[in-house]
């Protein structure tokens, strides 16, 4: 039991710092504009509405009470109400959440599927023309601006070709091209990551002993190389739920898919800031957590990390 | 465990790239690409020094009668628009070459933000040790720990969108590279025989760092500094995409992609010529970065 602890202790540590900075950010980044008080409310309204809000905020208690309140607030998942919705802003966001999640899962579930065997088939074709197309393609697709990549692929598979919708949310057809432009660049780099550690392990002795006891080429592959391979994979993976995460607000803005990433950038330009505190601080929140059992599952896959 | 991976430096490009670039063919063609990719940054450069005379138009004239025009060498109006006009009549040849400038203006300065304070704590986190790392290294974790781009649109909605803003929010989102990279090269040099020596001699602290460590550090830190180049490049674009970068009517690659938007089916070219140039940019700039960290510093491959 000790020995679990003290290898939970450490990520637990890091995860609880990571939601503290986060809230103090967010606290922080509303008091750097000065009064907030004029960002929440329409800028018509009159001075004694502005004190009333003032006092009701707390905004007229001392700073270190002002930031505990929040803090605890936050933690409560109360943000104030929204503006533009005219309810609390949690229960605003967490509607948008569905949609989120399924775009955000799906699109990583696309990018395994996809690059896994095709990054495991560079590796065993290296230096093939079936490998150099393969990479060539993920270094594109590593590099590419997201925002760009869902643009184009509007142009050329939904207007030209008329394939898919524009726009929207419905049928799995409005699902596929937000999802393959999210996915594309952890799609792209795991693709890349499986070629090399699946060299890496071909390299290794044993792979050399399963071979010279004439194995055949697939056994060697699919027991002795892929599960030593899939360590790496799996970190990395985990890095990219939150590249998915940031990512979620860019396609969502040119998909116009209903998520909280849309919701976010509509209530910037709103000026309604209840939502944006909320939306960012439940984002992080959720990184943080799922990072947090990527790193537990880590533990479990490789032995050599887990406590003895 | 998963966040002690930098960001910035794929780690996928390791193992698998050093076979290639060992000899034959395969190394003659990486060779090629890599030298391609540097002059286009090289060509970029120069263009957005030379944007006025080069640019054949004024990027922000607009001409009503000419909008939505195609890619052509002779408009009706006598003017060669090579890649078209946008939906005010402006030429989108020329708001791509002054494009260049605010991309990378913004890009080497939000560089150079992230670059000294991710260098300064670094080296501070190397040097000293003890609770000034584990405070510097604990908060480098929980930014690690955090989308970005959430941390940015939070606080440009709040402050607004200005150049100043830009550059402050990419170059802070990026200074951890710099420092996990710096802050283990510095404890190695640190322990080394003539930083005893100095120290023995009488010297101080500064000028161990400054003399004789920071001269060790520098082809890590144009090796970063490359790679976080075409982070800044493209977070650029994608917050002026949103509206929360750079305001029109001034060029910017990401405003221009979001302005042709909404005209993708009468006038495609609005969008796609700053969208290919960015992507060929961000292709180019990180894969010369790739390409110095191979030469410069084979030992950051492993990080």
Request: aromatic fraction near 8%.
């Amino acid at each position: 039991m000790r020995g679990v602890l003290g290898f939970l202790a450490p990520k637990l540590l890091r995860a609880l710092v990571a939601v503290w900075l986060v809230t103090t950010v967010v606290f922080v980044v509303m008091r750097l504009s000065g009064d907030p008080v004029p960002l929440l409310l329409p800028p018509d309204a009159p001075t004694s509405e502005m004190e009333r809000v003032r006092r009701e905020l707390g905004l007229d208690r001392p700073l270190p009470v002002q930031y505990l309140t929040f803090v605890g607030n936050a933690l409560r998942g109360d943000f104030g109400r929204s503006i533009h919705f005219r309810e609390p802003a949690w229960s605003v966001v967490v509607r948008y959440l569905p949609a989120t999640l399924e775009l955000g899962l799906t699109s990583f579930g696309l990018a395994l599927v996809v690059a896994v065997p095709i990054g495991m088939l560079s590796a065993i074709k290296r230096n093939s023309p079936i490998d150099q197309a393969a990479m060539g393609v993920a270094l594109v697709g590593q590099s590419a601006p997201t925002f760009f990549l869902g643009i184009f692929f509007i142009l050329t598979l939904s207007l030209w070709a008329g394939w898919f919708p524009t726009s929207g949310r419905g049928s799995w057809q409005h699902l596929m091209l937000p999802a393959i432009t999210l996915g594309a660049f952890s799609m792209a780099s795991i693709a890349r990551l499986t070629r090399s550690a699946v060299l890496d392990v071909l390299r290794q002795d044993f792979v050399r002993t399963a071979r010279a006891k004439g194995l055949p080429e697939l056994t060697v592959v699919m027991k002795h190389t892929f599960k030593n391979a899939a360590l790496p994979v799996v970190t990395i993976t985990g890095l990219h739920f939150g590249t998915l995460l940031g990512g979620a607000v860019v396609t969502e803005t040119v998909f116009a898919w209903p998520g909280i990433g849309r919701l976010a950038i509509q209530s910037i330009y709103n000026r309604d800031y209840p939502i944006v505190q909320c939306t960012v601080f439940l984002s992080a929140i959720l990184f943080i957590v799922l990072n947090f059992a990527i790193d537990l599952l880590y533990g479990v896959l490789d032995p050599r990390v887990r406590p003895r | 465990m998963a966040s002690s991976i930098p960001a910035s430096v794929p780690a996928d490009t390791l193992a698998a790239e050093a076979p290639a670039a060992r000899g034959g063919a395969g190394a003659r063609r990486t060779r090629r690409l890599v030298l391609a990719g540097a002059l286009f940054v090289l060509a970029l450069v120069l263009m957005a020094i030379a944007a006025p005379w080069l640019a054949p138009q004024d990027p922000l004239r607009q001409t009503l009668r000419g909008r939505l025009g195609k890619p052509t060498l002779a408009a009706a109006d006598g003017k060669a628009h090579l890649f078209g006009t946008d939906h005010l009549g402006r030429d989108v040849l020329s708001r791509v070459i002054w494009g260049a400038r605010v991309s990378l203006s913004v890009g080497f300065a939000a560089v150079l933000v992230g670059g000294l304070l991710g260098a300064a704590l670094g080296i501070a986190a190397g040097y000293r040790g003890g609770l000034v790392d584990s405070a510097i290294m604990t908060v480098a974790d929980a930014q690690l720990a955090f989308p970005l781009i959430l941390l940015a649109i939070g606080i440009i909605a709040v402050l607004g969108p200005s150049f100043p803003t830009l550059v402050v929010v990419i170059g802070l989102s990026g200074w951890v590279s710099y420092a996990r990279v710096l802050r283990s090269q510095v404890m190695v040099l640190r322990s080394r025989e003539f930083v005893d020596a100095i120290q023995a001699l009488g010297g101080s602290a500064a000028r161990v760092i400054l003399r004789h460590i920071v001269p060790n550090l520098l082809s890590s830190l144009v090796v970063v500094a490359t790679l976080e180049l075409a982070r800044a490049i493209i977070l650029e674009a994608t917050l002026s995409f949103l509206g929360l970068g750079i305001q029109p009517p001034t060029p910017s690659w990401g405003v221009m992609v979001q302005e042709g938007r909404e005209y993708l089916d009468s006038a495609w070219w609005i969008s796609t010529f700053p969208g290919l140039v960015l992507m060929v940019t961000s292709l180019a700039v990180s894969r010369t970065g790739d390409w110095l960290r191979d030469m410069l510093d084979p030992t950051l491959r492993g990080e």
